[in-house]
């Protein structure tokens, strides 16, 4: 029943009779489908962060601090406003890119190549995670922000600041170590013998799952 | 390369029979061990949560009689009471528990996908346990800010264990959600990916299909309170803002300003609601296979009721706010909520239309399961009519702040599901221990439960509508509206509520005592059509299925099939002239 060639129904009813098969419903690995359905979840927990975060911002009678003028930095005598988060939005995005390759080269299995982009991954992620505590010092140190309060006006713009970047920022550690681990099996060729890649895309789907949340948190929180 | 479904390699499962007590039995992976060990964790917990109910019933029943709860302690009974019950005896045991024993064996798997990650997740619920029982012991005690938690009064002083209590609450509940989330993705990814050859979606029983649409509820829902239970720690530990407004307590400001309160019963309720139907779905789904079962009937509508299911588990995410209708919010809000929330009585009424068409002329039998099932079918309409008048704002807002909702609450979602949870403990006794319960003693605890509950919960609504206030530790003369009748009530309620409580010791008796002196059971007991009725020892060995995965070729539900020799065919008996085609939606008979 199962090892004859699938007939293809066309249409809509064809789509209802190969979800609804038996067996399994995707056609992936058990480590994919299980992570697909992580990061929904995962995306429930960040939108109920920013939904909170915008929340607050309107709940506040404090006037919410500008954060071009907070997230500026003064190069070479010239104020730039969001410098080191473009910065670090570009990090983190081509990172993006050499985990795509890290992929690619993974379904061809060149255990070499696919182990060094997923290590230039992990070390972009940690690139960006070290911009980032630099950003929290400057914040801390200089600016005088803290989670209960800021010199720049509403109390929650700390609050929510250091909550939903420090959770993104565990994401990216996390996913820094998760990254590396696999990326050592790679090279150690584990996968070889496993005989199957997949691990390497499953971390993938996590790396641009994290970055995905950046680009909302860059939208929603730096840029608003 | 062709792509080879994983259930069709073998290898994939190449399994290492574990042979020392403690990976066998503790360190199991072993997803019906780790059910076991799930259950027994929640039942223990449970009787907490029951001894504490006990303790506020003779305080109601009988003030100034006994004393064991001061005034100032009472909420946090009535707090643990609450949230031990939901969360770490209901959730757990539906999903943790039934959920791991039943989804591999109903869909002919091994395992569950991820067996280590399985066994973390009841690692992590022990741990959130023990964090919440830590919370009795704190200076200050438990926290007694109810089980809704809600700011501002939860981290205020003033508050019994706003202090420690609050973070240890807060702390379990995280955990909670991981564990949670651990077997969650198990339990989702095992449905979508598992399942043996010819188990497509729509001959899954309804049991998997009910905890199916409770899981992915949770792992949708509990993110909210698992961010509300991170920004209230905030709030309480470091002096962040996110719930609480500058308020001044003890006459003093305190350091917050500007915070949002209805924002917490926002998030908290976005998971509320869902809550409700990650405890009920699995109820319906367990409940429709006992009627179907003990009734040797095949489940009247089967689709209808898979689609209900689904309706429900949507449904549940868009009604969050009429918890909320008293709280203060747009009245076109309150509309939009009442609306969603009278709809879902759509899907609930097929449902319960279904139920009763099942057992209709059915060849009843009634054994201890299908009492429990039919039991619940009564609670649960009960409780559901008046889950319509607490859905609509203008009957609410009186109503909120009653025993009414107290009546509605536990009869729909304290007494229903736990009445299914005892059913399908004795339905599927013989196959988790191989030794048969007690039957006398099962329809005692049936009778006296299911009456008592009773006894218990319809004195309320009477209560509820004259409008005695709930989390009151007493009702003292001089609040003249409160006739004499509702301490009457009171006494007759607490009485009652003794005597189910010492029901459970017996039931408690008999799940001890039949496990090491019970007749050995038949490996099919109930006669039942489903695979876990299937397995090849009894109770089913480690990888379940010894050395070939069986192969479904019906559904669920074929019992007393025109012209078959007895009346159920098992799902993996293939068509011939003895075992015809039942009636299986979409294939003619």
């Given at each position: 029943?199962?090892?004859?060639?699938?007939?293809?129904?066309?249409?809509?009813?064809?789509?209802?009779?190969?979800?609804?098969?038996?067996?399994?419903?995707?056609?992936?690995?058990?480590?994919?489908?299980?992570?697909?359905?992580?990061?929904?979840?995962?995306?429930?927990?960040?939108?109920?962060?920013?939904?909170?975060?915008?929340?607050?911002?309107?709940?506040?009678?404090?006037?919410?601090?500008?954060?071009?003028?907070?997230?500026?930095?003064?190069?070479?005598?010239?104020?730039?406003?969001?410098?080191?988060?473009?910065?670090?939005?570009?990090?983190?995005?081509?990172?993006?890119?050499?985990?795509?390759?890290?992929?690619?080269?993974?379904?061809?299995?060149?255990?070499?190549?696919?182990?060094?982009?997923?290590?230039?991954?992990?070390?972009?992620?940690?690139?960006?995670?070290?911009?980032?505590?630099?950003?929290?010092?400057?914040?801390?140190?200089?600016?005088?922000?803290?989670?209960?309060?800021?010199?720049?006006?509403?109390?929650?713009?700390?609050?929510?600041?250091?909550?939903?970047?420090?959770?993104?920022?565990?994401?990216?550690?996390?996913?820094?170590?998760?990254?590396?681990?696999?990326?050592?099996?790679?090279?150690?060729?584990?996968?070889?013998?496993?005989?199957?890649?997949?691990?390497?895309?499953?971390?993938?789907?996590?790396?641009?799952?994290?970055?995905?949340?950046?680009?909302?948190?860059?939208?929603?929180?730096?840029?608003? | 390369?062709?792509?080879?479904?994983?259930?069709?390699?073998?290898?994939?499962?190449?399994?290492?029979?574990?042979?020392?007590?403690?990976?066998?039995?503790?360190?199991?992976?072993?997803?019906?061990?780790?059910?076991?060990?799930?259950?027994?964790?929640?039942?223990?917990?449970?009787?907490?949560?029951?001894?504490?109910?006990?303790?506020?019933?003779?305080?109601?029943?009988?003030?100034?009689?006994?004393?064991?709860?001061?005034?100032?302690?009472?909420?946090?009974?009535?707090?643990?009471?609450?949230?031990?019950?939901?969360?770490?005896?209901?959730?757990?045991?539906?999903?943790?528990?039934?959920?791991?024993?039943?989804?591999?064996?109903?869909?002919?798997?091994?395992?569950?996908?991820?067996?280590?990650?399985?066994?973390?997740?009841?690692?992590?619920?022990?741990?959130?346990?023990?964090v919440l029982v830590a919370g009795f012991f704190v200076p200050g005690g438990p926290t007694g800010a109810g089980w809704t938690l809600y700011p501002p009064q939860a981290v205020l002083p003033g508050t019994p264990g706003a202090t420690w209590g609050i973070i240890c609450m807060l702390a379990s509940l995280a955990i909670f959600i991981v564990a949670f989330t651990m077997g969650g993705l198990n339990y989702v990814t095992t449905v979508l990916q598992a399942r043996c050859r010819g188990m497509t979606f729509m001959r899954m029983p309804l049991s998997v299909w009910g905890i199916f649409m409770a899981s992915?509820?949770?792992?949708?829902?509990?993110?909210?309170?698992?961010?509300?239970?991170?920004?209230?720690?905030?709030?309480?530990?470091?002096?962040?803002?996110?719930?609480?407004?500058?308020?001044?307590?003890?006459?003093?400001?305190?350091?917050?300003?500007?915070?949002?309160?209805?924002?917490?019963?926002?998030?908290?309720?976005?998971?509320?609601?869902?809550?409700?139907?990650?405890?009920?779905?699995?109820?319906?789904?367990?409940?429709?296979?006992?009627?179907?079962?003990?009734?040797?009937?095949?489940?009247?509508?089967?689709?209808?009721?898979v689609w209900a299911i689904l309706a429900i588990g949507c449904l549940s995410f868009v009604v969050w706010a009429h918890h909320m209708y008293v709280s203060g919010m747009n009245p076109y809000f309150g509309f939009f909520f009442a609306t969603t929330t009278l709809i879902i009585a759509v899907p609930t009424a097929i449902k319960v239309y279904n139920w009763v068409l099942t057992i209709w002329r059915g060849d009843v039998h009634l054994t201890v399961p299908m009492l429990f099932a039919i039991g619940f079918i009564f609670t649960f309409i009960n409780g559901g009519l008046t889950g319509l008048f607490l859905?609509?704002?203008?009957?609410?807002?009186?109503?909120?702040?009653?025993?009414?909702?107290?009546?509605?609450?536990?009869?729909?979602?304290?007494?229903?599901?736990?009445?299914?949870?005892?059913?399908?403990?004795?339905?599927?006794?013989?196959?988790?221990?191989?030794?048969?319960?007690?039957?006398?003693?099962?329809?005692?605890?049936?009778?006296?439960?299911?009456?008592?509950?009773?006894?218990?919960?319809?004195?309320?609504?009477?209560?509820?509508?004259?409008?005695?206030?709930?989390?009151?530790?007493?009702?003292?003369?001089?609040?003249?509206?409160?006739?004499?009748?509702?301490?009457?009530?009171?006494?007759?309620?607490?009485?009652?509520?003794?005597?189910?409580?010492?029901?459970?010791?017996?039931?408690?008796?008999?799940?001890?005592?039949?496990?090491?002196?019970?007749?050995?059971?038949?490996?099919?007991?109930?006669?039942?059509?489903?695979?876990?009725?299937?397995?090849?020892?009894?109770?089913?060995?480690?990888?379940?299925?010894?050395?070939?995965?069986?192969?479904?070729?019906?559904?669920?539900?074929?019992?007393?099939?025109?012209?078959?020799?007895?009346?159920?065919?098992?799902?993996?008996?293939?068509?011939?002239?003895?075992?015809?085609?039942?009636?299986?939606?979409?294939?003619?008979?």
């Open positions: 029943m199962s090892h004859e060639p699938a007939t293809l129904e066309p249409g809509f009813r064809g789509v209802t009779a190969d979800w609804s098969a038996d067996k399994q419903a995707f056609p992936v690995p058990w480590g994919k489908a299980m992570m697909w359905i992580f990061l929904l979840s995962d995306t429930f927990i960040f939108s109920c962060f920013l939904t909170s975060y915008m929340n607050v911002r309107m709940s506040t009678t404090d006037p919410w601090p500008n954060t071009a003028e907070v997230f500026a930095l003064t190069v070479a005598g010239h104020h730039i406003p969001l410098l080191l988060i473009a910065i670090m939005t570009m990090v983190l995005i081509t990172s993006s890119g050499t985990m795509a390759m890290a992929v690619n080269f993974g379904y061809r299995r060149d255990r070499k190549r696919t182990a060094q982009l997923m290590f230039a991954t992990a070390a972009l992620g940690l690139c960006f995670v070290g911009m980032q505590a630099f950003e929290w010092t400057k914040l801390i140190v200089d600016e005088g922000v803290r989670p209960w309060g800021n010199p720049m006006g509403a109390a929650q713009f700390g609050s929510s600041f250091f909550m939903i970047t420090g959770f993104h920022g565990m994401h990216v550690t996390g996913g820094v170590i998760y990254l590396s681990v696999v990326a050592w099996r790679v090279l150690s060729g584990f996968y070889d013998r496993k005989g199957t890649y997949e691990t390497v895309e499953v971390a993938g789907l996590y790396w641009h799952f994290v970055d995905l949340v950046w680009v909302f948190i860059f939208a929603f929180f730096y840029l608003w | 390369m062709a792509f080879v479904a994983i259930a069709d390699r073998d290898h994939e499962h190449a399994l290492h029979d574990p042979q020392s007590f403690i990976r066998k039995y503790i360190w199991s992976q072993d997803h019906k061990v780790i059910a076991v060990q799930y259950a027994l964790v929640a039942i223990s917990i449970g009787l907490v949560a029951l001894t504490m109910s006990v303790l506020m019933r003779l305080q109601l029943g009988f003030p100034d009689t006994f004393n064991i709860i001061a005034p100032q302690e009472y909420y946090q009974y009535i707090t643990m009471h609450g949230m031990i019950m939901v969360i770490y005896l209901l959730t757990a045991l539906f999903l943790g528990g039934f959920g791991n024993y039943l989804i591999p064996l109903m869909l002919g798997a091994r395992d569950m996908v991820f067996p280590y990650l399985n066994m973390l997740s009841f690692w992590f619920y022990l741990l959130a346990v023990l992915i509820l949770g792992l949708l829902a509990f993110p909210a309170l698992f961010v509300s239970a991170i920004m209230m720690a905030l709030d309480s530990l470091i002096g962040t803002s996110f719930f609480m407004p500058a308020v001044a307590s003890m006459g003093e400001k305190t350091v917050h300003t500007g915070g949002s309160p209805l924002l917490f019963q926002h998030l908290f309720w976005f998971f509320g609601h869902p809550e409700v139907y990650i405890v009920a779905l699995p109820a319906f789904g367990i409940v429709s296979d006992l009627l179907s079962t003990h009734a040797r009937r095949n489940i009247f509508g089967y689709r209808m009721m859905g609509n704002v203008t009957v609410d807002v009186p109503l909120s702040g009653t025993y009414f909702v107290v009546a509605h609450f536990h009869m729909v979602m304290g007494v229903s599901p736990i009445l299914v949870v005892f059913g399908a403990i004795y339905h599927w006794y013989p196959k988790i221990t191989g030794r048969m319960f007690d039957e006398a003693l099962g329809k005692f605890h049936f009778w006296m439960t299911f009456l008592g509950a009773y006894a218990i919960f319809l004195p309320m609504h009477y209560m509820g509508i004259l409008g005695v206030p709930r989390r009151y530790y007493g009702y003292s003369d001089a609040i003249q509206f409160i006739p004499p009748s509702v301490h009457e009530a009171n006494e007759w309620i607490s009485i009652s509520a003794m005597i189910v409580a010492a029901t459970q010791l017996v039931f408690l008796y008999n799940l001890i005592h039949s496990y090491f002196k019970g007749p050995v059971a038949d490996p099919n007991p109930w006669r039942a059509t489903t695979l876990e009725w299937q397995t090849p020892q009894t109770p089913p060995k480690h990888g379940n299925w010894g050395k070939d995965l069986p192969e479904v070729h019906r559904w669920a539900y074929d019992y007393s099939v025109p012209g078959a020799p007895e009346d159920f065919i098992p799902q993996n008996v293939p068509h011939s002239d003895k075992t015809p085609v039942g009636r299986e939606h979409g294939v003619p008979t």
